[in-house]
């Protein structure tokens, strides 16, 4: 178990195939992921309490890879910024 993870859009690029992820508290997906590259590299979310995603991800596209998700939030714009 995990209590919380950052993925960037180099991490997603860096990685051959799709990855899940599992048990994981905080799951926070970088701004920098484009809806594109989430789709394509993220097979599944399950069992993670807390998913963060940013603006430009529509959540109810991305909720249909999530299975056992608690709650998801999306980034508030100067969480984006940085």
């Known amino acids: 178990d995990l209590e919380e993870l950052t993925v ?3 991490d997603l690029e860096e990685i051959e ?3 899940k992820f599992r048990n994981i508290r905080k799951l926070v997906i970088d701004n920098s992921v484009t ?3 989430f789709d394509k590299k ?3 979310i ?3 309490d807390k ?3 940013p603006k ?3 959540k109810l596209k ?3 890879k999530m299975k056992l998700v608690k709650k998801i939030e999306q980034l508030r714009e100067e969480e984006e910024k940085g």
């Open 8 to 10: 960037t859009s180099k």
């Open 17 to 19: 195939g799709r990855v």
């Open 35 to 37: 809806w594109e590259l």
């Open 42 to 44: 993220i097979a599944s």
């Open 46 to 48: 399950v069992f993670v």
């Open 51 to 53: 998913v963060v995603l």
């Open 56 to 58: 430009h991800i529509p």
């Open 62 to 64: 991305a909720l249909s």
